[in-house]
């Protein structure tokens, strides 16, 4: 279990303050890197479902190293300034196609670092935490998230 036990902060806010949106929908983050404001712990997140009776994303979030994090967040600045607390960076059309091949590289590797740990049903990355539940980490595909968190 992660130093950021998003468990126990159900009905807080998420303890994120700079949040990478590496893809962005219905007005949220739906998959990108967060770091804890709190520890400095790093995560990549990912949503995983979304409970429509009540406008609820799930996310996934697994651990990864502050280097991942700092590679990512060094590649997309030659870009942009991050805006945080959520940054939305630069978009698949605004990078060089010379450039394009070496970030995906990372982000597949980013991707592929660490299984994901908790579940968490909340608004959005920096909201109020709905529901939060620690997950077995080999079977974290095969959950059915709506029910786990009990929404």
Request: proline content about 6%.
């Amino acid at each position: 279990m992660p130093c950021c036990d998003l468990t126990n902060l159900v009905g807080q806010k998420m303890p994120f303050g700079k949040v990478m949106a590496i893809e962005y929908g219905e007005g949220r983050p739906v998959a990108g890197l967060a770091k804890c404001e709190r520890h400095g712990t790093c995560f990549r997140f990912q949503q995983l479902d979304y409970h429509a009776l009540d406008d609820t994303p799930i996310y996934g979030f697994a651990t990864i190293s502050e280097d991942y994090y700092v590679a990512l967040l060094k590649y997309y600045q030659k870009y942009g300034r991050p805006r945080w607390p959520v940054w939305v960076p630069a978009t698949r059309e605004q990078i060089p196609i010379t450039q394009y091949e070496s970030i995906v590289q990372l982000e597949d590797t980013i991707w592929a670092h660490g299984r994901i740990e908790l579940v968490v049903a909340a608004r959005n990355v920096t909201g109020a935490v709905v529901r939060a539940a620690a997950v077995v980490p080999n079977n974290w595909h095969q959950q059915d998230w709506v029910n786990l968190l009990s929404l």
